[in-house]
């Protein structure tokens, strides 16, 4: 048992406590999963549409398991043949011919088995990379609520489940095409063999299969258990590194590392327990199986009674034994499909609990494509809140901001200024009131157009890791970015100069999340990229970091640059962004009150901050 926090540390503020996840069951366990075991097909219903169509591969690994139970089969009767002739000094002339044949026909068993093997590998991993895929694209359709309201799964959670509960599906997408065709194959052949050589034998090794199989349904049961709970541990560790290691900066600066280390460790050990169990009980099914081949062993013997009473014949009990061991091969194949489905059923499932929402139909469909747009924008009397029982947010909000003027937001954190942003780009739709973009309801508005007309230079700066250019010209990343205007935007947003001096230039990699720049550059950067795609309107949310004073004289200087041609609303902190503005409002209680210019400068404004009405 580890202690969550070392709580004599006086080091570790209670700011960190409460910025991070501490309830431990949070992170464990995601809301419980209502599906599934009523219904044991559903998760095969899930995967069928990606499957089916790789039926190519599928059809060709099933016609090479074809040959290699085919040439199995001879085998097994021919190395009966072998003894025979072996046996017999005046045959032994023949047995060259005996062996090459033989050796051929073990040719012909390695070679179909291996490209049965590849081609059903083939199908199983294109149709995981096709679900891959699928569950991305409706991940990214999700709303905003489903990964701002807490009512989703976590980055990390997520991560995981495409990652690697993806590769536990190929696993159990192979392990089952595999025993479909190939394994009955084999099963069935071994067992006319066996049957051709002698019934009753056949019959008695016959009656430890039902019995075998109960037990090992069973287990399968329990292993299926095992596994959701192994899933949910590993999703906890990844949703843990996804948070923590993009803060890294923070845990230092923090001497949070012993904090860090302990939570780690704890959700690692939790971890530890549960695969335990689980490759505890995934070595214990086969060993069930086993018990087969010392069934073989007492067949040995009662068929060498039979033998020394000459009933039987010795050759044909070498190759009914020989039958009976490569049973056993597609029997624990079988056993191994079944381990696989019922610890890959929890992956499937949590994979496709992704792809179970019904989108809301963002676009209506009369939703027109605005190819122009003045810049002119009206919230009428919005009421917003995040959710259900939330607070209100915006509580009959009204605004009206002309075509190509600046306007300034100021207010508390925490006021809802952010939130008005969200919604003029629709990331979330108001309870009530309307939103119109030079006298267009924005819902009546493509989504994609809207965001066309409406740029956005977030509070928190999202940078990739990519050259300068595909930064800046995102909009454009799937076609050709137009240079031009990526150093027509950068000039304008006075980054072109330390873009210069970048090692690349242009063509330099900002690492992740554009660690190689400054605060002050990532801001001109994103004021780059917003101008990038030519939108009327932008909405700028500015940073409440402080920046040195040179920093933030070229940020202002962009930003009074791009005042000239666009509609500007600015989320400000700084007195001086404030004045830039052609009318400045407070956003307090959900509400706008205008403020003055005189009464802004007339000492108001820091009266203000010092009430902590502005920050
Ligand atoms: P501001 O930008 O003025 O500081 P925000 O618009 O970010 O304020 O937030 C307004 C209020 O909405 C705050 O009380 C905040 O806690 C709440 N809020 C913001 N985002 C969410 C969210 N995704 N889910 C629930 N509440 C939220
Ligand atoms: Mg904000």
């Known amino acids: 048992n580890f202690p969550l926090w070392p709580s004599t540390n006086p080091r570790i503020s209670t700011r960190v406590l409460s910025l991070l996840p501490l309830n431990p069951k949070s992170n464990q366990s995601p809301k419980p999963h209502h599906h599934s075991l009523s219904h044991p097909f559903k998760s095969l219903n899930s995967l069928s549409p990606y499957v089916l169509p790789q039926f190519r591969p599928i059809l060709l690994g099933w016609l090479c398991s074809l040959v290699s139970v085919y040439s199995l089969s001879r085998i097994v009767s021919k190395v009966g043949n072998l003894f025979a002739i072996l046996g017999d000094f005046n045959r032994v002339s023949g047995i060259r011919g005996e062996g ?26 294109r149709a995981v990379c096709d679900v891959r895929v699928r569950v991305f694209e409706k991940v990214l359709e999700r709303d905003m609520g489903f990964f701002e309201c807490g009512g989703g799964v976590s980055a990390g959670d997520i991560a995981y489940r495409i990652t690697a509960e993806a590769s536990d599906v190929a696993d159990t997408v192979y392990a089952l095409l595999n025993t479909i065709v190939p394994s009955t194959l084999q099963l069935s052949a071994m067992v006319a063999q066996m049957l051709a050589i002698s019934p ?12 075998m199989a109960l037990v090992v349904a069973y287990l399968g049961d329990e292993l299926r258990k095992i596994s959701k709970n192994a899933h949910l541990t590993v999703a906890a560790l990844s949703a843990y590194l996804n948070e923590i290691l993009p803060a890294i900066f923070f845990v230092k600066a923090n001497n949070a590392e012993l904090c860090e280390n302990t939570r780690f460790q704890r959700l690692a050990r939790a971890d530890l327990s549960e695969h335990l169990k689980k490759k505890k009980m995934k070595a214990f099914i086969p060993q069930i199986i086993q018990i087969m081949y010392f069934g073989a062993l007492f067949l040995f013997c009662a068929g060498s009674l039979a033998i020394s009473r000459g009933s039987f014949d010795g050759h ?28 890959g059923e929890p992956a499937i499932e949590r994979l496709f609990d992704l792809t179970r929402f019904k989108p809301k139909a963002i676009d209506k469909p009369d939703a027109v494509d605005l ?42 954190s925490g006021g809802g200024k952010t939130t008005l942003a969200k919604l003029l780009i629709r990331l979330y739709d108001p309870l009530s009131g309307h939103i119109l973009v030079d006298n267009h309801n924005i819902q009546s508005i493509r989504l994609g157009s809207l965001r066309r007309h409406v740029g956005l230079v977030s509070q928190d700066i999202t940078l990739f890791s990519g050259t300068v250019s595909e930064n800046i010209g995102y909009r454009d990343l799937m076609e050709e970015i137009d240079m031009e205007r990526v ?10 100069e330390f873009i210069r001096n970048l090692p690349k230039g242009y063509e330099t990699n900002i690492g992740p999340r554009g660690s190689i720049l400054s605060g002050g550059q990532k801001q001109r ?10 939108s009327s309107i932008l ?19 962009a930003v009074e640059r791009l005042m000239v041609n666009h509609t500007v609303l600015v989320i400000a902190h700084r007195l001086e962004t404030v004045l830039m503005a052609q009318r400045v409002f407070l956003l307090e209680n959900g509400k706008l009150q205008e403020l003055s210019h005189s009464s802004l400068l007339n000492n108001h404004y820091e009266s203000l901050v010092s009430t902590g009405l502005v920050i």
């Open 525 to 534: 950067l994103a004021i780059a990229r917003a101008l990038y795609q030519k």
């Open 200 to 211: 009753v034998l056949s019959l008695i090794s016959a009656m430890v299969i039902p019995c």
């Open 487 to 496: 150093e027509d935007a950068a000039r304008t947003a006075n980054a072109d």
């Open 539 to 557: 909405i700028l949310d500015e940073a409440t970091s402080a920046l040195d004073s040179r920093s933030e004289l070229l940020v202002r200087q």
């Open 316 to 343: 044909a009990m070498i190759s009914f034994v020989t039958s009976l061991v490569f049973l056993i091969e597609p029997i624990q194949g079988i056993g191994k499909a079944y381990n696989e489905w019922k610890q």
């Open 100 to 125: 090459l044949v033989l050796g051929l026909l073990v040719l012909a068993r390695l070679v179909g088995c291996y490209l049965q093997q590849a081609f059903l590998w083939d199908a199983a991993l």
């Open 371 to 412: 190819n122009h747009v003045t810049g002119e924008v009206q919230f009428c009397d919005i009421l917003f809140k995040y959710g259900e029982n939330m607070p209100l947010v915006l509580n009959g909000l009204t605004l009206q901001i002309k075509a190509g003027e600046t306007v300034a937001l100021v207010g508390p």
